[in-house]
């Protein structure tokens, strides 16, 4: 195993393959948990310490998964980890913890952590599992604070709760409301895709060339 | 072979074995850290019901300052010492566990949906001067999915809402949970409870209309949250009631 290839899974996901701009998986908490920074960085850390631990252990024991049960040991295992996260936030962060509420339970059902354990930790060595859900969670991490920054600072003007524009600034609710941040990812999406064109997906169908239509005007003129 | 049924058994087991071992002792090694942030959650809301909380404060300091005493709800007295209970931990839902420290609420007047009520309750007093500034007073009540529990503050007219507040609630995060809405929370600043000695506060369906003459009695509804709403209305209209504090709000009087 070379460095390089150790170096691959874990920046390859951060960009290239994210997994929320490329394979548009664990939306439902980019658009949750993104209308303040503070809550939005428990979130990241959260998920990336539940999707690389989860990789590691699914790893680890996966000679000995049988395939007819595998979905369910991998979700047991996973399900411990965000009880452990969910018991640790309650015990020393409670006030990000009220405010997460159902979102820190709802990491069992994120695509992203289910989806890394199927694809990759089912197959691979367990340290490299372990990069592998890094580098998701990461990449995870900096498509929803990057929707977090735009939405705090141009909905409500503040950042991590700071004020950055002072009083004359006018809440904007669209942004702090959910649907602002399909936008702001759809926007993040064309971004990297203008950037990286490998990954524009090709069209599911050709259009046909525009063609002229028939004068229409006299038709009915002649009825 | 990994197919085998003893082996598809087995590492079922072992998993389910190991994490349930790992659940449960994270779960018993943390609840004294959760139990303390929870009761510090219950503090902070009791003070910014009455809306004299101080974030540069320390919680237990500012709590020091409010009075706390039991009170007799079938008598409307309230007492700073009764029997051997310690007012600081003295915990009214506890107290609903035992049939002799509870009542069952009768079913026409259960509109709440409490079932049990304690025979004492604890009340907060803020004092100024000497005399009473604001009283806080518990309630609860069932809502959508479960009962609301939180903290109602009035003025020393015994009449005038200062805040309310929740400190625990299963309702819908965006719907019923809109009730830790700041916005939804100030609407109640200011509102009245009785006219001419009937609960007349309440929660209406969509918004209020503020030149109405009854807009003092009203609260608008939380949008997509009639049961809810309708929860917190019946809350009001029960705690302050004959069988809440309204033995306890006739015939206070209060001497430090």
Not at chain 1, 48 to 65: E, K, Q
Not at chain 2, 15 to 40: I, P
Not at chain 2, 89 to 113: E, G, M
Request: proline share 3%; charged share 20%.
């Amino acid at each position: 195993m070379s460095l390089k290839q150790y170096k691959e899974v874990l920046v390859n996901p951060l960009i290239k393959e994210n997994p929320i701009t490329l394979q548009i998986l664990g939306i439902c908490s980019a658009l949750a948990v993104t209308s303040n920074l503070n809550v939005t960085l428990i979130m990241c850390i959260a998920l990336t310490s539940v999707v690389s631990l989860s990789n590691l252990f699914i790893s680890i024991i996966r000679n000995y998964i049988p395939s007819s049960v595998r979905i369910i040991v991998q979700m047991t295992i996973i399900a411990t980890l965000v009880i452990l996260v969910d018991e640790l936030l309650k015990a020393y962060d409670y006030e990000t913890s009220k405010k997460l509420s159902v979102f820190v339970g709802l990491i069992i059902t994120n695509c992203i952590v289910m989806g890394r354990a199927e694809a990759f930790a089912m197959k691979e060595k367990p340290f490299l599992s372990f990069l592998d859900g890094l580098g998701n969670g990461i990449g995870y991490s900096l498509i929803l604070i990057g929707v977090a920054f735009i939405r705090e600072l141009f909905g409500a003007g503040t950042l991590f709760g700071i004020p950055i524009f002072g009083d004359w600034y006018p809440t904007n609710n669209l942004l702090l409301l959910p649907p602002s941040s399909f936008i702001i990812i759809g926007l993040f999406i064309w971004l990297i895709r203008g950037y990286n064109n490998d990954q524009i997906e090709e069209d599911e169908f050709d259009l046909s060339k525009h063609s002229v239509a028939p004068n229409l005007d006299k038709r009915e003129l002649n009825v | 072979m990994n197919e085998t049924i003893m082996k598809t058994l087995g590492v079922t087991l072992g998993v389910c074995l190991l994490c349930s071992l790992f659940v449960s002792f994270t779960a018993v090694s943390l609840r004294d850290q959760q139990n303390t942030n929870k009761l510090n959650d219950k503090r902070i809301k009791i003070l910014e019901a009455a809306n004299i909380y101080d974030k540069s404060m320390s919680v237990e300091d500012q709590f020091k300052n409010l009075e706390i005493r039991f009170l007799d709800f079938d008598t409307g007295e309230t007492y700073r010492e009764y029997k051997d209970f310690d007012i600081n931990k003295y915990d009214q839902l506890q107290s609903l566990r035992f049939p002799d420290q509870s009542k069952p609420v009768p079913a026409d007047k259960d509109i709440a949906i409490i079932k049990n009520r304690e025979n004492i309750g604890k009340i907060y007093f803020s004092i100024k001067d000497d005399e009473i500034d604001k009283l806080i007073l518990p309630i609860r009540g069932y809502g959508l999915w479960g009962t609301l529990y939180g903290y109602i503050a009035i003025e020393n007219d015994f009449n005038t809402v200062v805040g309310i507040e929740f400190y625990e609630h299963k309702e819908t995060p965006g719907l019923g949970g809109e009730v830790d809405n700041p916005n939804w929370k100030n609407i109640w600043v200011g509102k009245e409870i009785y006219q001419s000695g009937d609960v007349k506060l309440q929660v209406i369906k969509g918004a209020v209309d503020q030149n109405m003459s009854d807009a003092k009695y009203m609260v608008d509804g939380l949008s997509g949250a009639t049961l809810t709403s309708r929860g917190v209305s019946n809350m009001i209209e029960y705690w302050f009631s004959d069988s809440g504090y309204l033995k306890l709000l006739e015939n206070f009087d209060y001497e430090s």
